[in-house]
């Protein structure tokens, strides 16, 4: 499978590791906004660095990888997903509803969405199916620095309430939150709960689904990702096994 990769950080440049030498992932093309930033890639990793888009969009790939950002990704996913299907990694795009109307029109090729720093997410699609899921609730729990500006020596919820608000007050770690609401209720209908704590040393999210099927409650402890502490470590684990998965024929669930 030839992938085409748009931006080259922390999470691009570890799918550019980890494929080199893969046997069925073959990263071809990088684009990027400057090149002579990222010249160096095509001798170290034998790709094509662009920086003309569209020369990026009709060079030879199966499916587009988006590393960059939300706001990037904005601008450019309209028009990838007219002519190459796509993986998101920047899922908190979606909360914007305008974009994920536009991405959703007939005639546009496949959005792929990779689950990220959570997990369980096809036990929420499997109870959603025939109206078997009634209620979603994210619990979210990292260290007070990253969420309020203050010290606390307690424990804090700063945010209590639908995902769609969490998303409008903290749009920069809610994104597990928008992931969790498409592959469930929806952002109206998805609870949240986002706990500061000044003893916590890593994020952990808590998922809690009931309805028609039953009950389930997992727990994610996620470690940050070496080459980029801001990112989780299984958030890139699971952009390089979703691309790994599609390139199978054995399909599991």
Known sequence: MKIGLIGAGAIGQYLLKHAEGHSDLNITSVFVRN???????????????????????????DIIVEAANVETSKILLPEVIKVKDVMLISIGALADEALLKAVSKAGSKTLHLPSGAIGGLDLVQNAKALGNLESVTLTTRKPAASLVSQPITNETIVFEGKAKDAIDKFPKNMNVSIILSLAGLGIDRTKVVLIADPEASKNTHTINVSGGFGDAEFTISNQPLPENPKTSALAALSVFAALERMATNIKIG
Not at 36 to 59: C, G, I, M, P, R
């Open 35 to 61: 090149y002579d930033k990222y010249q160096h890639l095509e001798d170290q990793f034998d790709v094509e660095v662009f920086t003309d888009f569209k020369a990026f969009l009709n060079a030879e790939t």
